[in-house]
Structure formats: structure tokens, C-alpha cells
């Protein structure tokens, strides 16, 4: 936030910048790493002038503004979201080699689900979307086996206990049915690790196959696996309101 004219928090503009998230940022000031007029070892919460101080990080130069760039890609399964994988599985990172800048994906797909990702160099708009306050809806579509009963599913839209505490009340379609399984559209207000995985175990299911179509104002619709597109202005808008 800025609190002067022309002067800017030294964590906020790190992250306008490209350079790293807010939280990141913080880390860094505190770890030293980062200087303002080649001298002043600032503390959390400085504030500079982003026209006059010169501002070093690991002793190079804050880079200059880059150009906001915003991809809506479909994340195949068996694809990790990360940049490098210690097993030499398949990143995201391999699919989108033609994007000079660098991009960071907006929340996470578990290796084993697929669908829409979100990914930008926007950092203050990946903090906000990722921010527990915002409450930003994704909706699943889960194929689960056995079939869930309408008691099972009470359970879920309720809010689930799990080990790292309840669920928020979750937003849920029946879209087909057999006897044997079923297929759900899921809407969740909330960003855990494979928590559809773990909601749905916790009521006597299994998720079978499992793929993101909706995030906020974006919708996957006929992207296909392994393909990105970049959003129009008026989804960019959408997401920045949001």
C-alpha cells in the first residue's frame, strides 16, 4: 500500500515487479539479501522511492516493470506443477517453452487431476486470488466410485473434517449417475492440498478422475490438454475485480 506520494512499500513493489511473491519478499529482507542505495540493509515494511533509491537484490539491480501477461493453460494429467521434477516427470513448464517471460501458475493441480490453470507474472493478482480471504470458486467435475448417497453428499456440502481442519460448504451438482459411480460437479471456495481427494475419501468414495473447468471467471470450455491460450481483457479485468 502506498502510504506517501511516490513512496511504495519495499515488499509490495518487489513483488509489482515480477521478482517474487509479497510473502517471498519478506523472507528475503529478512534474510539480508536485499539492499536499498548499495548501503541500507532495510527492515520489513520500508518504504522507497522507486524513481530516486536503487534498489539491489543478491547485489543485481530491481528489474524494471515487465509486461503483465496472463495464460489460461490445460494442465494434462500425470503433468507436475513445477518447474523442475526430481523424477524427471513432465513439468508444465515443458509446454509452455515459447513464453519468454516468467510465469507462475495460480494454486496447484494435484499429478494425478487435470484442467484449467491460471498462470501469470502478476504477482500482486496471485496473491490475492491465493489468499484464503478471497475465496476465489473453482469448480471439479469428479468421477467417483462407488455412487455417492444423498447423505454422503450432505456430508460434503456441509463441510468436511479433515486433518488439517473443516472444509468450507461446498457447492455440489449431481451430473450422472449409475450404480456402480457417478459424476460431480464440485465448486470450492478454498485451495488445499488434493482436497477433493481427501473430502471425498472422508465419506467412503473414491475420485476416479478428477479435472478443474472453472476458476473464478475462467472457463476451460474446448482448451485442450496441453494447449494454453492468453485471456482476453475482459477476463484480465474480471480476475483483477475479483
Given at each position: ?21 509479497r ?42 516493470t515487465?509486461k ?6 490445460h ?43 491460471l ?74 492440498y ?39 481483457s ?9
Amino acid at each position: 500500500m502506498r502510504t506517501k506520494v511516490g513512496l511504495i512499500r519495499l515488499h509490495k513493489l518487489m513483488s509489482e515487479r515480477g521478482v517474487c511473491s509479497r510473502r517471498e519478499a519478506e523472507k528475503w529482507i529478512r534474510q539480508g539479501r536485499v539492499q536499498i542505495n548499495q548501503k541500507m540493509i532495510p527492515r520489513l515494511g520500508t518504504l522507497v522511492d522507486p524513481d530516486k533509491d536503487r534498489i539491489l537484490i543478491d547485489g543485481h539491480p530491481l528489474p524494471k516493470t515487465p509486461k503483465k501477461i496472463y495464460i489460461a493453460f490445460h494442465k494434462p494429467r500425470h503433468v507436475m506443477v513445477t518447474r523442475r521434477d526430481p523424477e524427471g516427470r513432465p513439468t508444465l513448464y515443458d509446454y509452455l517453452k515459447k513464453i519468454p517471460q516468467q510465469i507462475l501458475p495460480v494454486g496447484r493441480l494435484d499429478f494425478e487431476s487435470e484442467g484449467l490453470l491460471l498462470l501469470t507474472n502478476d504477482n500482486p493478482l496471485i496473491d490475492k486470488l491465493t489468499h484464503p480471504r478471497s475465496k476465489v470458486p473453482r469448480v471439479y467435475e469428479a468421477h467417483i466410485s462407488p455412487c455417492l448417497k444423498p447423505e454422503q453428499i450432505e456430508i460434503l456440502q456441509n463441510g468436511v473434517l479433515l486433518e488439517d481442519g473443516r472444509t468450507l460448504p461446498t457447492r455440489i451438482k449431481m451430473r450422472q449417475q449409475t450404480p456402480h459411480s457417478c459424476r460431480l460437479h464440485m465448486t470450492l471456495f478454498e485451495g488445499r492440498y488434493r482436497q477433493i481427494r481427501r473430502m471425498i475419501a472422508q465419506v467412503g468414495g473414491e475420485v476416479k478422475k478428477l479435472r478443474r473447468i472453472q476458476m473464478g471467471p475462467l472457463h476451460l470450455k474446448n482448451l485442450k490438454q496441453g494447449h494454453y491460450r492468453h485471456l482476453t481483457s475482459n477476463e484480465i479485468d474480471a480476475l483483477i475485480k475479483k
